[in-house]
């Protein structure tokens, strides 16, 4: 049982108007209309725009079932991460979580609703598709919606982006300029002096990728829903403030300031001893963060799901002999909203570092990089009590599905 532990032809966008990046077909992704993946990661990942006409199929594109009736249904609901931005001339009004929306009639509103792969099932399939990077990496996917000349303004990400158009048309702007002063008093992040080098129209299908910090604007020609692909990219100064914290609460220093060497009188009370700044900088060596206290930390900070996760209990939930039946019918999967990983040393579930062994972590590994095991993959762990009892305790905690996955992400 797991115990907790501590090469298709291929070139960027010129810098002159409405000439993107194109690419020839082939053998390749089909995301990416015939380039390989690692050719993705060659030419373009981190270094230059790509854009990919047609990466989505009319089919594939009716799938996502991601309407405007739905979106907008969505973004009002309570337990969904959401922004409205009204552009009014200069002026920018920004809402969270918003209660009501414009009419539709009114031009230059933007609807953005963040993790929408946490809310509807082929949102969440279609972010599986961007797992040829790591997942320590992927975020997830915003959907925006927008009335005729809407959009968040020139800005840039501090992260890789997939722009993915759903529906309508949008014209892009971009720019790899260095000027990334932004406006003052605004409430969005809107650049200062935005200089286009480069612009085309993204129709349904189409998707523009670009690296961290290349500013682009979005505006919508007439009504269109985009998505984003956001990927994750904490600063180190970020990472080194969660880690100290975390840190903290692992401390267990033994000893206190004690002054039992002291033999003679103290002439100056107000100066303070060398030898309590030694006491506590020894104490503190002790205590110094090792290799395994930052792999630890590592696992458990990239595992853990957003502060607006929530899971939810099976609506009738199996008791363990139920649940042992129905998986050798069903088989397991994990939840859209989980994070499963490991490392050499650990399985790390949802924040929570476990230790695993043997047919333990081969399952626990496979499931973390299929997201579902099989029946016949499950037969060698049907006779593990204990590793039975944390599965179904996993299931019971909303955690694990039974079957192919197919939940109900809606709050």
């Known amino acids: 049982m797991p115990s907790k532990s501590k090469q298709p032809a291929t070139s960027a966008p010129k810098k002159r108007l409405g000439t993107p990046a194109m690419l020839d077909s082939g053998a390749g992704n089909p995301l990416l209309n015939g380039l390989s993946i690692n050719q993705f990661l060659y030419k373009h990942w981190h270094k230059k725009p790509l854009l990919i006409r047609q990466a989505l199929s009319v089919a594939e594109l009716t799938a996502l079932q991601c309407d405007r009736e739905r979106l907008l249904t969505l973004g009002q609901q309570e337990g969904v991460e959401s922004r409205l931005i ?73 992260y890789d982006v997939f722009l993915l158009q759903l529906e309508g048309v949008r014209r892009w702007q971009i720019s790899a300029q260095k000027d990334l002063t932004l406006k003052p008093n605004l409430p969005l992040k809107i650049l200062q ?126 008791n363990l002999s139920q649940f042992k039946q129905r998986l050798q019918r069903d088989g397991l999967a994990l939840s859209a909203r989980s994070r ?39 037969v060698s762990v049907l006779t593990l009590p204990d590793f039975m009892a944390q599965l179904h305790d996993w299931y019971l905690s909303g955690w694990l599905l039974l079957g192919e996955g197919q939940e109900s992400l809606a709050p």
């Open 340 to 378: 499963l990983l490991y490392d050499a040393d650990n399985i790390y579930f949802n924040g929570q570092s476990l230790y695993a062994s043997g047919i333990e972590r081969k399952l626990l590994t496979r499931l973390a990089n299929q997201h579902t095991l099989s029946p016949t993959e499950l």
């Open 86 to 158: 009204v552009a009014e001339g200069k002026q920018w009004q920004f809402t969270a979580q918003p209660s009501a929306l414009p009419p539709l009639t009114q031009r230059q509103w933007t609807l953005l609703v963040q993790g929408m792969n946490l809310h509807h099932p082929p949102i969440a399939a279609l972010l599986r598709r961007f797992r040829f990077l790591p997942d320590v990496r992927l975020d997830d996917i915003m959907v925006s919606y927008a009335t005729d000349g809407g959009g968040v303004g020139p800005h840039f990400d501090s």
């Open 193 to 318: 002096n935005f200089t286009v080098e480069d612009e085309w129209c993204l129709e349904p299908g189409d998707m523009l990728y670009l690296p961290p910090r290349y500013a682009h604007n979005g505006i919508a020609q007439g009504e269109c829903i985009t998505l984003s692909v956001g990927f994750r990219a904490p600063a180190f100064n970020e990472l080194a403030q969660q880690f100290y914290t975390w840190l903290a609460e692992q401390l267990d220093i033994p000893g206190a300031v004690h002054d039992a060497n002291l033999l003679t009188e103290t002439a100056e009370p107000a100066r303070i001893p060398g030898w309590l700044v030694e006491q506590f900088t020894q104490a503190l060596r002790k205590a110094a963060p090792t290799a395994e206290d930052i792999q630890a930390f590592v696992g458990e900070y990239f595992s853990e799901p957003k502060a607006t996760t929530f899971f939810s209990a099976p609506a009738k939930s199996l």
